[in-house]
């Protein structure tokens, strides 16, 4: 029963939520905008717009490999996306730079997302490996085994927390990109409803991964406590 709970039931909400995004960016990656702008002149129009002028725009390799780097401050938007004018294509830049918005205003989220990055990183990595150690040695009576579990599950915890603060991070870019697609009158009429269907199927990756990081860390637990 908890296999199923912790691990069948996430896998297929994540599975649910992938095959949602792709599919409905698809669907709208077949309607063009009214604007005619392509997916790198709505991230560059917003940018400047929000006085973002030394953010660049560039184009990656990939299908949904969008993303904001605040490293070097840069938007990076896939090919499909970076010089496509399809409402999916639109949606997703503004999206992109919504996260340089919060970057430039100093979004707590983002900042503690940031923070957090480098542990959650390391815990993903090796917290199966303490977790899995921590079993064969409480196994074979070895006195610190237990602890070694404790150290895989604290381990983990900082990815669950990466996944949890993503989520306003996340949800909070979708909020702007519809605010900048509408007051810069990059969508208009049902155009809007478009955008807001592919920034929402987006966003439910995100939700199916925390759900399925927090699942994962409950297993953990329960294995820890000694309960399965």
Do not use: C
């Not at 904001?68 to 503004?94: C, H, K, M, W």
């Not at 990109?177 to 969508?187: F, S, Y």
């Amino acid at each position: 029963m908890s296999f199923l709970l912790f691990f069948i039931i996430p896998l297929a909400l994540g599975f649910w939520a992938q095959h949602r995004v792709k599919s409905t960016f698809r669907q709208y990656a077949e309607v063009p905008s009214s604007s005619n702008r392509t997916g790198a002149e709505v991230a560059r129009a917003i940018l400047d717009r929000n006085g973002l002028h030394d953010v660049q725009v560039l184009a990656v390799p990939g299908e949904l490999s969008d993303h904001y780097n605040p490293a070097d401050r840069t938007v990076n938007l896939s090919e499909p996306v970076f010089g496509q004018t399809s409402i999916s294509a639109v949606s997703v830049a503004a999206h992109e730079v919504g996260h340089a918005m919060q970057h430039a205003q100093a979004y707590a989220p983002l900042a503690i997302r940031s923070a957090v990055f480098p542990a959650a990183a390391f815990g993903s990595n090796i917290a199966p490996l303490l977790l899995m150690g921590g079993v064969v040695l409480t196994a074979m009576s070895v006195a610190f085994g237990p602890w070694v579990m404790v150290l895989g599950i604290v381990g983990y915890s900082f990815a669950v927390l990466f996944q949890l603060v993503t989520l306003p991070v996340e949800f909070d870019a979708s909020r702007r990109a519809k605010g900048q697609l509408r007051e810069l009158a990059l969508v208009q009429g049902p155009e809007h409803d478009g955008a807001s269907k592919v920034l929402s199927a987006a966003a439910m990756t995100y939700v199916a991964g925390a759900l399925a990081a927090l699942a994962q860390l409950m297993y953990f637990v329960t294995m820890f406590m000694g309960d399965e």
